[in-house]
């Protein structure tokens, strides 16, 4: 099992950055396939970007890709999310998740463990 805690959500202005983290707990951190999801109000939770056990690869939504970065740190049990030249549509809360099992990794189902959110909010 495995905890997760985000952070380094905050207020920003359009064209700004933000560096989200997320803190897993527990031994086995190296195997779990990591992902970034948010949810806007009064919309579905959205896949963000994910990346594998080894960082050997990475994916994201076409609404991020070339402007955010997912990484990873296996020895600090740690996963991150660079977000460059953040829209006012970025505004949402952003998850951090965990799967045990890499099975399509845009889908919100096929992951185990969720942290508790972080509030991203860019302003016109």
């Known amino acids: 099992q495995v905890q997760l805690v985000e952070s380094g959500g905050g207020l920003v202005q359009t064209g700004e950055s933000l560096r989200l983290s997320c803190a897993a707990s527990?031994?086995?951190?190296?195997?779990?396939?990591m992902g970034w999801f948010r949810q806007a109000p009064g919309k579905e939770r959205e896949f963000v970007a994910a990346?594998?056990?080894?960082?050997?690869?990475?994916n994201y939504a076409d609404s991020v890709k070339g402007r955010f970065t997912i990484s990873r740190d296996n020895a600090k049990n740690a996963v991150y999310l660079q977000m460059e030249m953040l829209r006012p549509e970025d505004t949402a809360v952003y998850y951090c998740?965990?799967?045990?099992?890499?099975?399509?990794?845009?889908?919100?189902?096929?992951?185990?463990?969720w942290g508790q959110g972080t509030q991203v909010t860019v302003s016109s």
């Open positions: 998740a965990a799967a045990q099992v890499p099975r399509a990794f845009r889908e919100v189902k096929n992951y185990d463990y």
């Open positions: 527990g031994r086995t951190f190296s195997l779990y396939r």
């Open positions: 990346i594998t056990r080894s960082s050997g690869s990475t």
